[in-house]
């Protein structure tokens, strides 16, 4: 009789910490979610600085036991997680990590040619959902490597929303352009960025009117929240005739 094969691990750090085996979520405790998610966003770590990071307010030689816990806890059962070289420590290749697949997705938006170049295909529906859709980080998880990564995650996601935007609209994807674009707003609404994307599909679908409004909306923003004007080539976007009237 054969066995059964157990399906891959997928480690789920947007939105809350889970750990998937197809459609039963493990049980893991805190010390070795720690673990799981340092391994899951730097993708390796000597003991040493592993130990420290994740437990940096106790002596070196309980960070390292517990450590050690943590390690024993997830090879229990299953398969090893976690995959020890040495020194040193790395996520098992089985595991699927969707902080990485974001970041990669994010990175191939960001890297593509100019929007309008010839080499840059249609964004295809799940780069996009992706972009769209994902969760914050390990919210609630307040260690100082998290914020780092957390804040390297979100700007990596602004810059690929903004591209994204602006290849949708060269493909006439006016509705997702302007999703993209506003999700971008959402995350950072002093952001010029992203509010030139959203004037740059008003515009692309002849929709002056509701370009000039959203610049006037973030120009009154951003000059009741930093005392500052937007940019010139933000003003230029849009005709002439109707900024000198304001």
Not at 60 to 66: F, P, Q, V
Not at 96 to 108: C, G, I, K
Not at 205 to 220: G, K, M, P, Q, S
């Amino acid at each position: 009789m054969s066995t059964a094969q157990v399906p891959a691990p997928r480690l789920r750090l947007l939105g809350r910490f889970t750990l998937e085996y197809g459609a039963a979520e493990a049980d893991v405790c805190t010390g070795a979610q720690r673990l799981l998610a340092y391994l899951g966003l730097r993708g390796h770590g000597t003991r040493t600085v592993v130990a420290g990071t994740l437990w940096p307010d106790v002596t070196e030689d309980r960070a390292h036991g517990s450590l050690r816990t943590a390690l024993w806890r997830l090879h229990r059962g299953r398969e090893p997680l976690v995959r020890s070289d040495g020194d040193a420590l790395s996520l098992a290749t089985a595991v699927t990590v969707d902080a990485r697949a974001l970041a990669d997705s994010a990175l191939r938006v960001v890297e593509a040619p100019a929007p309008g170049a010839d080499l840059w295909p249609e964004p295809s529906a799940d780069l996009t959902q992706h972009l769209l859709f994902a969760g914050d980080l390990l919210p609630g998880w307040d260690d100082d490597w998290i914020l780092f990564e957390r804040e390297r995650l979100r700007q990596l996601r602004l810059h690929a929303l903004d591209a994204l935007a602006h290849h949708l609209i060269t493909h006439g994807r006016h509705a997702l352009a302007l999703d993209a674009a506003l999700e971008s707003v959402r995350l950072e609404p002093l952001r010029e960025s992203a509010h030139r994307a959203v004037v740059a599909v008003h515009l692309a679908e002849n929709n002056v009117l509701e370009a000039i409004r959203h610049y006037r909306t973030f120009r009154a923003l951003l000059h009741e929240e930093l005392g500052l004007a937007p940019s010139p080539d933000f003003a230029a976007m849009l005709p002439a005739c109707v900024l000198t009237r304001d």
